[in-house]
């Protein structure tokens, strides 16, 4: 009868101490830092404003991404270095990536002026790799997401 109380205390201690991880709210982003390392390459620092009510820390450990415009992929999305995001407060943080044109010649053929762009036409499939302090690792993957969605939210 102890095992089992003790069975019961400790998952609902566990599930009332997860539900704030899912009220984490990520809102004013913008890209802070665009860096061209060459033709195809691209260093982009992005800054967010995280409010992160759990009394957990989260560590974003990595991101990878394919763009991918009408079903071929198009660039590769790579984080560059962690993110922490501290408990119990609102902080503002900043993350980079590197992105990387897959073909130069595709480059082209949209055109360099990303404003025109028919953002419609391209999809990404991430993978977001996250480190709870005291519940472990958590993968996010998103697969066909419309880059419409993302730029809309920068």
């Keep these: 009868m102890n095992r089992l109380l003790l069975l019961v205390v400790v998952v609902i201690l566990a599930s009332s101490g997860c539900s704030k991880l899912k009220e984490v709210d990520v809102r004013d982003m913008k890209v802070n830092k665009f860096e061209l ?4 390459t691209a260093n982009i620092e ?6 992160n009510p759990s009394g957990r820390t989260i560590t974003v450990e990595g991101v990878d991404g394919v763009l991918k415009k009408g079903g071929v ?6 984080m560059l270095s962690a993110d922490t995001v501290p408990p119990r407060m609102a902080s503002i943080n900043g993350i980079k990536f590197r992105i990387q044109i897959n073909d130069p ?3 082209l053929a949209v055109g360099m002026n990303v404003a025109r762009w028919d953002l419609d036409e391209f999809r990404l499939d991430a993978v977001f790799v996250l480190r709870v302090s005291g519940a472990g690792k ?8 419309p880059l419409k969605n993302i730029v809309n939210a920068l």
């Design 138 to 145: 958590k993968t996010l993957k998103y697969k066909d997401v």
């Design 37 to 40: 390392v060459n033709t195809t």
């Design 105 to 107: 010649l595709s480059l």
């Design 73 to 78: 992929n198009f660039a590769y999305a790579t």
């Design 46 to 51: 992005i800054e967010y404003l995280v409010e």
